[in-house]
């Protein structure tokens, strides 16, 4: 049995479901058979083929680094920020990225949006509660942020690429409420497992945290937000696709004074990946070493900001500085604006 490879009750709930009851039901299908088929993420396949390698009887010829699961990135189109994460937001995991308003969370996400379809040739779902998606894509900007992705990738691949082929592509869905917010992700998951979805590389909610910040206590407020937190990493587990979910800053309640992100212990373990983007560029590492990432009586808006990957399974603790302009976001002081200038110009 599944059982006595001493695996946690949730990894074999997984196998369980997929229809894999019996250790030589496991070795039968091979490895990378099995991770597709029940969804587990690269941690929970390595934990099996450890656990199965330690039963000597069994031979694990697909164990492998060439037989794990691959993961996909959505990149940002901006090279800096993808390195940053390992290669761009990585599917099958919540990445979630905090900030106070005007440090450029929104724009992040739409231009990861453009530069997801254009790449992959998937859908990117945007799920708006705040409407700052909504307005930002009826602006002359999106249309700029639009140009200078196509020129990129036009660039590079040496073939012209239709705008509309990208806009198609980006489904803008609008939350008014937490009813709303519940109910659109349920059918998604609803949509995936009828087929009806077809493939996405992105689903993005811009914000997680607008609705409940009114009117939601106690424990209901806590179920909602692992009901919303379960079922959005089920659509980046079976989907395989990157789940981005813009997170809100509040002042802690403790005596540091210091910016955290918003939704708490509640929220947070869902998330594997975690990004900062509203620290000052300068030395934001040691702010974020202490657990202070931000002191409230210091700061203030500046030109520059800072891309900080602070809690990632994937890559170690940086940050890269970077602008907001009317082409997007933009790394400052690297290779990547000069690039940019030069294919928008």
């Known amino acids: 049995m599944v059982t006595e490879l001493g695996l946690n009750d949730a990894l074999v709930s997984k196998l369980n479901k997929a ?16 991770a597709q088929l029940a969804g587990l993420t690269i941690d929970e396949y390595r934990m099996l083929g450890e656990s199965l390698e330690s039963l000597k009887e069994y031979e694990l010829p697909f164990l ?36 106070v ?25 945007l799920i708006d509660t705040e409407g700052g998606l909504s307005a930002l894509m009826g602006t002359a900007k999106f249309i700029t942020m639009v140009q200078r992705v196509l020129r990129y990738y036009s660039a590079l691949r040496g073939e012209k690429i239709m705008p509309d082929s990208v806009i198609n592509k980006l489904t803008l869905i609008r939350a008014f409420n937490i ?51 379960l079922q959005l990493l089920e659509l980046a587990t ?11 800053l509040q002042v802690a309640k403790s005596l540091d004074g210091a910016f955290r992100p918003y939704m708490g212990d509640a929220w947070a373990p869902f998330c594997a990946q975690k990004v900062m983007v509203d620290l000052p560029a300068k030395d934001p590492l040691s702010l974020a070493a202490t657990g202070s990432f931000l002191d409230f009586a210091s700061f203030q808006f500046k030109d520059t900001f800072a891309f900080l990957v602070y809690e990632s399974p994937l890559v170690e ?23 940019m200038s030069q294919i928008i110009m």
């Open 19 to 34: 229809g894999f009851s019996t250790v030589s039901q496991i070795v039968k299908h091979r490895g990378r058979n099995v």
């Open 64 to 99: 492998t680094p060439d037989s794990l699961p691959k993961p996909h990135y959505c990149t940002v189109n901006c090279r800096p920020m993808d390195q940053a994460m390992g290669g761009g937001f990585v599917s099958g995991l919540i990445t979630e990225i905090a900030g």
């Open 101 to 125: 308003p005007g440090s450029g969370k929104t724009t992040l996400v739409l231009q990861t949006a453009i530069a997801s379809v254009v790449d992959q040739g998937k859908r990117a779902i």
């Open 179 to 229: 009813a709303e917010l519940v109910g659109c992700i349920a059918k998604l998951k609803l949509d995936e497992r009828k087929g009806e979805l077809g493939e996405v590389g992105l689903v993005a909610v811009d914000s997680i945290a607008f609705h409940f910040k009114y009117g939601l206590k106690g424990a209901n407020r806590t179920d909602l937000i692992n009901s919303v937190g």
């Open 238 to 248: 079976k989907l395989q696709c990157s789940v981005i979910a813009v997170n809100h």
């Open 317 to 339: 603790r940086t940050s890269v500085p970077f602008v907001i302009n009317e082409f997007g976001v933009v790394a400052t002081g690297t290779v990547d604006a000069d690039e």
